[in-house]
Each structure stands twice: as structure tokens, then as C-alpha cells.
């Protein structure tokens, strides 16, 4: 027997008439959490890299703009492109829904290589731009999942990326919104990608040597996010508007995610061969 819920408001709360909606709160939450995280990563003994509290701030800076810029493109780009060329203003309506993880994740890698770039210019930071930009998205490996985390459940909350059409007993019925239940895919996702992902990379960081190759976690997370992403993707709804790839079924989701696996895997590859 399904489960049926009753919708959840996607607004939190509104200020002043100015709506709080929960998908902003969920980047806010990963924002703050990740800044911490990355303060204590930073500031620790064995640190790979240290970084004061004006950097940090300036790091923050340059991922925030990073996430959104890259995940609003990447979404643009890979699931929508013929909708924006034809309303090309809608590009900028983020408020109407529509990130992409792959794009996020493009904008933070860049986002990162231009900080550590704009660092060794500065003097700042000692060491290759490459080097320096690596060891920090090790860190960020670590503190990447808490944000999938959120996001995946502001998803459940927004009725976002639902599942297929499922018999299964926990499926899911949107109250008034849904007839047939579903796999409540965004959650799958927020316990794969989100919480697993986050203690496998902790454990990784903490109690091996991957940390002192620059590279090697950022190539673990790539592959393991792709396994976990592929694999969720089989209980999730393509998108209305791709629909799959292939006839046996291939999503955009798993395609971008092949390609991160590859790529994560090169990185690893290198990362741990070099000298």
C-alpha cells in the first residue's frame, strides 16, 4: 500500500511579503555548513592547504557563484536548450526551478582554479595554481554531499524529480497532486549521494593517505556521485521534456554522470601516479 502525504508548501515562510522558499534555504544551509567545514579542514594540523579568514571568505564567494552560475547554465545547456534559445530571458528566472548538478560542478571547478590563480598572483598562496586548486576540491569532496543532502530534499519538498510509477509499499502519493504512487526518488538520492557519500569521503579524508595526492578525492567523489547517480536514476522520471536517451532507457542524468566517472577516474589516475 502507498504512502500518501499531503503537498508541503514549497514557500518556508515569507518576510515582509518577500517569500522564503525552502530550495533557498536548503543552498543557505549547505552555504554555512560548508564554510565551516572547510574552516576546520583548513585550519587543521595535518592541513594540506591553509587558508586565512579573507581567503575563505573569498573561496565562498567564488563557489556561490559558481553553483548557481554553473548549475543554472549546465541546466540550460544539457536539459532545455531549445526552450531558452526561443525565451532566452527565462535563462535568468532561476526562481521557476531548473539547476544541473554537472553544471554546478563545471562552475565550481573553474570557480576554484580562478581563486587559486588570483591567490598565487597575489602572493597568497605558494605552490602550483593546479596544486593548490586540487587540494582544494579534495576538501570540498568532503563538504559537497552535505549540499546534495539539502538539495535533494528540498526536491521531496517541491515535488521535484520524482519517481516512476512503482508498486513498491513506501511509494509515494502526492495528495491531490498524483493518483499513482511513485518512488520517492529525490530521497534515494539525499541518502546515496547525500549522507553515504558524505561518510565514505570523510573516511577517506580522515583515515588515508589520498589526502597528500592533490587530485585523488575529487576523482573518488567524481566516481562514486556517478555510480550513486546512475543508479538512482533507474527509479527517477526522465525529464518531460528530454524523456530518454535511448530506447533501452538512458537518461541525461546517467549520460553527463558516464562522462563524470570517466573524468573522476582520469583524475585519480593521475593523482596518485604522479610524484
Given at each position: 500500500?502507498?504512502?500518501?502525504?499531503?503537498?508541503?508548501?514549497?514557500?518556508?515562510?515569507?518576510?515582509?511579503?518577500?517569500?522564503?522558499?525552502?530550495?533557498?534555504?536548503?543552498?543557505?544551509?549547505?552555504?554555512?555548513?560548508?564554510?565551516?567545514?572547510?574552516?576546520?579542514?583548513?585550519?587543521?594540523?595535518?592541513?594540506?592547504?591553509?587558508?586565512?579568514?579573507?581567503?575563505?571568505?573569498?573561496?565562498?564567494?567564488?563557489?556561490?557563484?559558481?553553483?548557481?552560475?554553473?548549475?543554472?547554465?549546465?541546466?540550460?545547456?544539457?536539459?532545455?536548450?531549445?526552450?531558452?534559445?526561443?525565451?532566452?530571458?527565462?535563462?535568468?528566472?532561476?526562481?521557476?526551478?531548473?539547476?544541473?548538478?554537472?553544471?554546478?560542478?563545471?562552475?565550481?571547478?573553474?570557480?576554484?582554479?580562478?581563486?587559486?590563480?588570483?591567490?598565487?598572483?597575489?602572493?597568497?598562496?605558494?605552490?602550483?595554481?593546479?596544486?593548490?586548486?586540487?587540494?582544494?576540491?579534495?576538501?570540498?569532496?568532503?563538504?559537497?554531499?552535505?549540499?546534495?543532502?539539502?538539495?535533494?530534499?528540498?526536491?521531496?519538498?517541491?515535488?521535484?524529480?520524482?519517481?516512476?510509477?512503482?508498486?513498491?509499499?513506501?511509494?509515494?502519493?502526492?495528495?491531490?497532486?498524483?493518483?499513482?504512487?511513485?518512488?520517492?526518488?529525490?530521497?534515494?538520492?539525499?541518502?546515496?549521494?547525500?549522507?553515504?557519500?558524505?561518510i565514505i569521503m570523510y573516511c577517506l579524508y580522515k583515515f588515508t593517505k589520498f589526502r597528500k595526492y592533490p587530485g585523488a578525492l575529487g576523482g573518488i567523489l567524481g566516481m562514486l556521485y556517478a555510480l550513486f547517480r546512475i543508479f538512482c536514476e533507474q527509479f527517477r522520471a526522465p525529464d518531460v521534456q528530454i524523456g530518454f536517451l535511448t530506447s533501452w532507457g538512458l537518461t541525461m542524468g546517467q549520460l553527463l554522470s558516464g562522462l563524470?566517472?570517466?573524468?573522476?577516474?582520469?583524475?585519480?589516475?593521475?593523482?596518485?601516479?604522479?610524484?
Amino acid at each position: 500500500m502507498a504512502i500518501t502525504i499531503n503537498p508541503i508548501s514549497p514557500v518556508a515562510f515569507s518576510v515582509f511579503g518577500f517569500d522564503i522558499r525552502w530550495y533557498a534555504l536548503a543552498y543557505v544551509a549547505a552555504f554555512v555548513i560548508g564554510y565551516f567545514m572547510l574552516r576546520h579542514f583548513t585550519k587543521t594540523k595535518d592541513a594540506q592547504i591553509k587558508l586565512s579568514k579573507k581567503q575563505l571568505d573569498d573561496l565562498l564567494t567564488a563557489l556561490i557563484l559558481g553553483v548557481i552560475l554553473g548549475g543554472r547554465f549546465g541546466y540550460v545547456l544539457f536539459y532545455n536548450l531549445p526552450f531558452f534559445l526561443s525565451h532566452p530571458l527565462e535563462i535568468f528566472a532561476v526562481w521557476h526551478g531548473g539547476m544541473s548538478f554537472h553544471g554546478g560542478l563545471i562552475g565550481v571547478i573553474i570557480a576554484t582554479f580562478i581563486f587559486a590563480w588570483t591567490q598565487k598572483k597575489q602572493g597568497a598562496l605558494t605552490g602550483r595554481v593546479y596544486e593548490n586548486a586540487f587540494k582544494l576540491l579534495d576538501i570540498m569532496a568532503v563538504v559537497a554531499p552535505i549540499g546534495l543532502f539539502f538539495g535533494r530534499i528540498a526536491n521531496f519538498i517541491n515535488m521535484e524529480v520524482m519517481g516512476r510509477v512503482t508498486d513498491v509499499p513506501w511509494g509515494v502519493v502526492f495528495a491531490g497532486h498524483s493518483e499513482l504512487p511513485r518512488h520517492p526518488s529525490p530521497l534515494y538520492e539525499a541518502s546515496l549521494e547525500g549522507i553515504a557519500l558524505f561518510i565514505i569521503m570523510y573516511c577517506l579524508y580522515k583515515f588515508t593517505k589520498f589526502r597528500k595526492y592533490p587530485g585523488a578525492l575529487g576523482g573518488i567523489l567524481g566516481m562514486l556521485y556517478a555510480l550513486f547517480r546512475i543508479f538512482c536514476e533507474q527509479f527517477r522520471a526522465p525529464d518531460v521534456q528530454i524523456g530518454f536517451l535511448t530506447s533501452w532507457g538512458l537518461t541525461m542524468g546517467q549520460l553527463l554522470s558516464g562522462l563524470m566517472f570517466l573524468a573522476g577516474m582520469v583524475i585519480f589516475g593521475i593523482a596518485i601516479r604522479k610524484k
